[in-house]
T-cell receptor
Framework: QKEVEQDPGPLSVPEGAIVSLNCTYS??????FMWYRQYSRKGPELLMY????GNKEDGRFTAQVDKSSKYISLFIRDSQPSDSATYLC???????????FGGGTRLMVKP | ETGVTQSPTHLIKTRGQQVTLRCSSQ?????VSWYQQALGQGPQFIFQ???????GRGNFPPRFSGLQFPNYSSELNVNALELDDSALYLC???????????FGQGTRLTVV
């Protein structure tokens, strides 16, 4: 079993929809939780990170962490075709350590 | 743009050859980490360098080695290339006690 699991998709939604992307993890030692966006043939781009449980909002993006369930989510409101990409969740035990990634979910937002 | 640059962008090598990939870190960052991303998968940690010393290593064989230079730029060397080494190699730049890591655009290595 992988430490971080993510549904590979693809997830196809119409423009303007609310998107929910999720990851589950097995190791309760993870403390920092990130979401990266990766366009085709590009490097991952950091979208958001959170520490411990709770919600964090940044524009159209909301990151949610539930440590008791070992479950994290990224919500995208008013999705746009430009949001079409692969979304990677990643986790850290401590600041500066290695990132452990999920396998990524491919999102397609159709006009 | 993250300020992290990698070279070359693409590379084709023959099985058994050696390859060197390069990364220039973002200004102010002293830590460089390397990741391997196979097609359709998430990145896998190879190793991390902090102030020219290896500071952690993932589950990769010794034929994967690295260097970090005084200006914090870094190299990834892979010897005796195998077909399974074909992947996107990503460099991430950060400060050691900071959670935010910024990635370069990657080097796509194809081994034939």
């Amino acid at each position: 079993q992988k430490e971080v699991e993510q549904d590979p998709g693809p997830l196809s939604v119409p423009e303007g929809a609310i998107v929910s992307l999720n990851c589950t993890y097995s190791n309760s030692a993870f403390q920092y939780f990130m979401w990266y966006r990766q366009y085709s043939r590009k490097g991952p781009e950091l979208l958001m990170y959170t520490y411990s449980s709770g919600n964090k909002e940044d524009g159209r993006f909301t990151a949610q962490v539930d440590k008791s369930s070992k479950y994290i989510s990224l919500f995208i409101r008013d999705s746009q075709p430009s949001d079409s990409a692969t979304y990677l969740c990643a986790m850290l035990y401590n600041a500066g350590n290695m990132l452990t990634f999920g396998g990524g979910t491919r999102l397609m937002v159709k006009p | 743009e993250t300020g992290v640059t990698q070279s070359p962008t693409h590379l084709i090598k023959t099985r058994g050859q050696q390859v060197t990939l390069r990364c220039s870190s973002q200004s102010g960052h002293n830590t460089v980490s390397w990741y391997q991303q196979a097609l359709g998968q998430g990145p896998q940690f190879i190793f991390q360098y902090y102030r020219e010393e290896e500071n952690g290593r993932g589950n990769f064989p010794p034929r994967f080695s690295g260097l970090q230079f005084p200006n914090y730029s870094s190299e990834l060397n892979v010897n005796a290339l195998e077909l399974d080494d074909s992947a996107l190699y990503l460099c991430a730049s950060s400060s050691l006690m900071n959670t935010e890591a910024f990635f370069g655009q990657g080097t796509r290595l194809t081994v034939v």
